[in-house]
């Protein structure tokens, strides 16, 4: 019989005693009590003399095992993908469209160069009739066009790039030039397009197309220029007015940008390749973490596994493309040469980033204890 056993036994007995004495208490004998007594003295010998035992030590360990572990699972594993806002000023871009979009509303323009042309159409003009200029057998590449305004104080001239439509899946690559105020755009479609890339012209206008004599047109009244594609890429040479920003369409569906561009050096005995950042300056804000912000310094890399998202703003002045862009990368890397690191948000950064997560998690470690203390207790008074 254990300690409690005894000692519910004692009570039961000691309660029988009490009524006893109530309703007859000449009944109760010195010879009952003092065997009560001497049954209270053994439970409380019993108490005193049980051996202390030692205390378990590995549900300790193994509680601060498992938290090491939890925490360094936090620490160290990334979540796979993020959300992200960049706003940067850059010398060279690359992206590739997700789906069909207009690359452009209207750009107006001093001169533009283009190759890789199959056909060139040009208006009726003042004196001339309309003309067709297409690319020869011989002419593997396509013909190429240059074409620039011509300044006249008494009237102004125009060259003005109308919208130019991009199918999904086309590889834009805009870079500014040594030249001030004119940019290079190449474009690689997945297969060559029917559509043309049309010009609107008026006024004096200079056209040198290859294979023919270069000629002044007047166009007293607005007229189309179209240019065919020859294959699936062209480049465009675009040359601005000076100082004035040019804005591209905003929203563009954009994936698999890229901030970097390939240098090649001929050495002694072979080519050396380098990639370089294009990077001027900016700033990535992290969406995930309540927009924490990343300053990207001159030449700062920044490279993203895949990244898929819209331009807020594509713009070009001053030898400069400014973009805003937003949507969801992984694999995002930073740094100079070899010393790149992540910047892909770590676990415990993602929730303590979620108030409302935090307080549920807090809230569920209280109530557990909670409901611990209080199974222990009832179990040791039970």
């Given amino acids: 019989m254990s300690a409690q056993q005894l000692r519910k036994l004692v009570h039961s007995a000691a309660e029988k005693l009490s009524q006893e004495a109530v309703q007859k208490p000449e009944a109760v004998t010195g ?43 936090l620490l160290f594993f990334r979540i796979p993908a993020t959300e992200v806002e960049l706003d940067l000023t850059l010398k060279e871009l690359q992206f590739r469209l997700s789906k069909e979009a207009p690359f452009t509303d209207v750009a107006e323009l001093t001169a533009l160069g283009i190759s890789e042309l199959r056909e060139i159409r040009i208006p009726r003009s003042r004196g001339q009739s309309a003309q067709t200029f297409q690319t020869t057998d011989h002419q593997d590449i396509g013909s190429a066009l240059r074409i620039s305004v011509v300044n006249d104080e008494d009237a102004q001239s125009t060259l003005t790039l109308i919208t130019l439509l991009l199918p999904a899946g086309s590889l834009i690559k805009l870079n500014s030039t040594e030249i001030p ?28 197309p290859s294979g023919a004599s270069a000629e ?11 240019l065919f594609p020859a294959a699936n890429q062209l480049t465009l040479d675009l040359a601005l007015p000076k100082n004035v920003p040019t804005e591209f369409s905003s929203n563009l569906p954009a994936k698999q940008l890229s901030f970097v561009r390939l240098d090649q050096f001929m050495g002694s005995t072979e080519a050396v390749i380098r990639e370089v950042s294009t990077i001027l300056s900016g700033q990535l804000y992290l969406t995930d973490l309540n927009n924490k912000e990343y300053v990207l310094r001159t ?22 493309i400014h973009l805003q862009f937003h949507g969801n990368v992984s694999g995002m890397t930073t740094g100079w040469d070899e010393n790149q690191h992540t910047l ?19 809230q569920t470690l209280s109530l557990s204890l909670l409901l611990l203390g209080i199974w222990r207790w009832w179990k040791t008074t039970g």
């Fill in 181 to 208: 105020d004119q940019y290079r755009l190449s474009l690689a479609f997945p297969e060559v397009p029917d559509i043309p890339i049309e010009l609107s012209v008026k006024g004096r206008i200079h056209l040198a």
């Fill in 31 to 73: 010879e009952q009590i003092e065997q009560l007594e001497r049954l209270s003295q053994i439970i409380t010998l019993c108490e005193t003399t049980r051996p202390r035992l030692k205390p378990k030590r590995w549900p300790t360990i193994v509680i601060m095992a498992a938290t090491s572990l939890l925490v360094s699972v």
């Fill in 216 to 226: 002044e047109y007047q166009f007293s009244i607005p007229g189309l220029i179209q």
């Fill in 299 to 320: 030449g700062e890399s920044l490279q993203f596994d895949t990244s898929v998202g819209s331009t807020r703003l594509l713009s070009i002045k001053n030898n400069e």
């Fill in 344 to 362: 892909m948000p770590n676990l415990l950064e993602w929730i303590v980033a979620r108030p409302g997560l935090m307080l549920f998690w807090s």
